[in-house]
């Protein structure tokens, strides 16, 4: 029975392999988490302009934002970058300068849950001013590692 346990690993490593997305995969569920992360964005601000700070609805927006600050950290795999057939807004400095990209991330993840705990608070006016932040952000990462605003 002594091959057994080569064989299992032989086994896990090609499921595993299987597993590995094709760049254009990779593109396309980044580009649906910023879509959702969009969408949750545009009922913060939509929201507060409503005069809303603290509803059940916005704490479900701040949540999605929360949760997409977070999964981000795993939406530019590499090689998921600029290459002939891949369509995609990602710069190629996402890579070729990862310690700015990552701490681009943190600033946004770090906004996002200072976002979140003014929601809580309900208070208007500084949650309006946490929103500022996070669009400012947003804006940082695009003006840096994103080709355009479309
Ligand atoms: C938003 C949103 C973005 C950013 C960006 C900031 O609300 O959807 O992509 O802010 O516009 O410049």
Request: glycine content about 10%; overall charge positive; proline content about 5%.
């Amino acid at each position: 029975m002594r091959p057994a346990i080569p064989i299992m690993t032989a086994l896990i490593c090609a499921a595993t392999a299987s597993l590995a997305a094709v760049p254009a995969d990779s593109v396309r569920s980044r580009v649906a988490g910023y879509r959702a992360l969009g969408a949750a964005m545009k009922g913060l601000t939509e929201g507060v302009r409503q005069g809303d700070a603290g509803s059940p609805r916005l704490q479900a927006a701040a949540r999605d934002i929360v949760a997409a600050s977070k999964a981000q950290y795993r939406w530019f795999p590499q090689g998921s970058g600029p290459q002939p057939g891949v369509k995609t807004a990602a710069r190629a400095e996402i890579w070729g300068n990862a310690p700015a990209f990552r701490t681009a991330q943190d600033n946004f993840a770090r906004q996002a849950t200072a976002v979140e705990r003014a929601v809580a608070a309900g208070d208007a006016s500084a949650l309006r001013g946490e929103i500022r932040k996070l669009g400012g952000a947003c804006k940082a990462c695009h003006d840096q590692f994103r080709t355009s605003d479309d």
